[in-house]
């Protein structure tokens, strides 16, 4: 079955203590995303990527970091998270990207509570 | 800046139509989005429009007017489980695969 599955589904952490939530795909993608969504903004991009090894930031991406080091993974860390980081988090994979229909698909969110 | 309204509530009768509007400012076009979001889960994609007019997919139909900054997402014959969150989305056109999202519509159908 195609899809995105993200680790873990939910998490309550304490400021400070690192953290990585994963996220893999089995389409064989090449663009990859992490959105973050709070009530009343919507989903905000934190970071992409176009491609093994290249990321580039997304409209948030103050206190997070991503690496591409396999085409199907595209793990999220934070370093130092802060309770301004609790939210939902998605990850989303495109098969491509502005050549036509390029729908997202996105993995199931990740709940994350700093305290 | 890079701005997309959509309302933040609509209500909605059983077997009426509903149309959901979407205006958008951003730093070029690549594409507008829909994608419906029901409660506590993923978002799912509804509708793509790049060039201007209707797109119509069963009871889902999309409209985009690039000149006006301005979309539409119509839904006809209205059933409970269309009670969802729809997400206005654009592609801008800066390069990469930046994506940005208006808050999103939330849509309760009554019976």
Redo the contacts between chains.
């Keep these: 079955e195609a899809q995105v599955t993200q680790n873990p589904r939910y998490l309550i952490t304490v400021t400070g203590k690192k953290l990585t939530v994963t996220c893999s795909q089995n389409m064989n993608h090449e663009?990859m995303?992490w959105?973050r969504q709070d009530p009343?903004?919507?989903?905000?991009?934190i970071y992409?990527?176009?491609n093994v090894e290249v990321t580039?930031k997304?409209?948030v991406p103050e206190g997070y970091k991503v690496s591409r080091k396999e085409k199907r993974n595209f793990p999220l860390i934070l370093e130092s998270p802060s309770p301004n980081q609790t939210s939902l988090y998605?990850c989303a994979s495109?098969s491509h990207?502005?050549a036509?229909?390029?729908?997202?698909?996105?993995?199931?969110?990740t709940r994350l509570t700093v305290t | 800046g890079q701005n997309i309204d959509q309302p933040t509530e609509m209500t909605a009768t059983e077997g009426a139509i509903v149309q959901i509007n979407c205006t958008y400012q951003t730093s070029g076009f690549?594409?507008l989005?829909w994608y419906q979001q029901h409660a506590g889960?993923?978002?799912?994609?509804l509708s793509?429009n790049?060039l201007d007019g209707l797109e119509e997919k069963g009871r889902f139909s999309s409209f985009l007017s690039r000149s006006k900054g301005y979309s539409y997402l119509l839904l006809k014959e209205l059933q409970m489980k269309d009670s969802a969150s729809y997400?206005c989305?654009v592609?801008p056109n800066t390069g990469?695969?930046?994506?940005?999202?208006?808050?999103?519509t939330r849509l309760f159908v009554k019976a």
């Design positions: 663009y995303s959105y009343g903004l919507g989903l905000r991009q992409y990527s176009m580039d997304g409209d998605f495109s990207w502005g036509g229909e390029d729908e997202q698909y996105f993995g199931p969110g | 690549n594409g989005f889960e993923a978002p799912t994609f793509y790049v997400l989305a592609s990469g695969f930046k994506t940005i999202f208006g808050a999103g």
